[in-house]
C-alpha cells in the first residue's frame, strides 16, 4: 500500500512514515551540493515522455516543458538543476524547438531531470487537451463525489479522493 496525503487531509495507511521520509529528504537535501546540468545545450534539451499505453517523445528535442508536481508547477530549461518530481494531476506543457506549444493532461508519475539535461517524464494516464470530454469529466466528478460522500472506510475515501482530485485537475485543463 503506497500512502496519499490527499488535498482533504485524508491519509492513507502510512502517513506519518511518508512525512518522515519528506522531513529526512529535506534535511539530506540541503547537505547535497546542488549543481547546474554543464553537460547539456544550452538551447535544448532530449524529452523522454510516455505512459505504459503510448509515447509522445521519444529522445526529442525541446526547448522547455511545464508541469504539476506535488512541490508546485514549474518550468524545465536546459541546463536545470537534476531534480526527480511527483507529478499530481495538471497540464504539461511542452515547447518543442520550432516553438509550438503542445499541451496534455496527466494524472499522476514521475519526472526525472538528470545531470546531463536529459529529461525523463513517465505518467499513469496522458492524453491531449484537445481530446478531453468536459461533459464526461463533469459527470465523472459528480459521480467520485457521490463515492466520497457514502464512502465507509478510510481506502475508500481514499480512492475517491484521488479520482475527483484526477477529475478537477481535468477541469481545470480543459
Do not use: W
Amino acid at each position: 500500500t503506497i500512502m496519499l496525503q490527499l488535498s482533504s487531509g485524508i491519509n492513507a495507511e502510512y502517513g506519518e512514515v511518508n512525512m518522515a521520509f519528506r522531513s529526512i529528504a529535506v534535511r539530506s537535501a540541503a547537505l547535497c551540493r546542488r549543481a547546474m546540468a554543464t553537460e547539456a545545450s544550452t538551447t535544448s534539451f532530449p524529452l523522454t515522455f510516455s505512459s505504459p499505453y503510448k509515447a509522445i517523445h521519444d529522445n526529442a528535442p525541446v526547448k522547455q516543458v511545464d508541469i504539476p508536481s506535488t512541490t508546485g508547477h514549474f518550468g524545465i530549461l536546459p541546463q536545470h538543476v537534476p531534480t526527480i518530481a511527483i507529478l499530481v494531476p495538471g497540464t504539461i506543457s511542452v515547447t518543442t524547438e520550432a516553438g509550438d506549444v503542445e499541451k496534455f493532461f496527466v494524472s499522476s508519475g514521475t519526472a526525472t531531470i538528470h545531470a546531463d539535461s536529459s529529461v525523463q517524464i513517465l505518467a499513469e494516464e496522458i492524453c491531449s487537451l484537445a481530446d478531453i470530454d468536459e461533459g464526461a469529466v463533469r459527470a465523472g466528478l459528480e459521480a467520485a463525489q457521490g463515492k466520497l460522500s457514502s464512502a465507509a472506510s478510510e481506502a475508500d475515501k481514499a480512492a475517491a479522493q484521488i479520482e475527483i482530485d484526477v477529475y478537477q485537475g481535468m477541469l481545470a485543463a480543459a
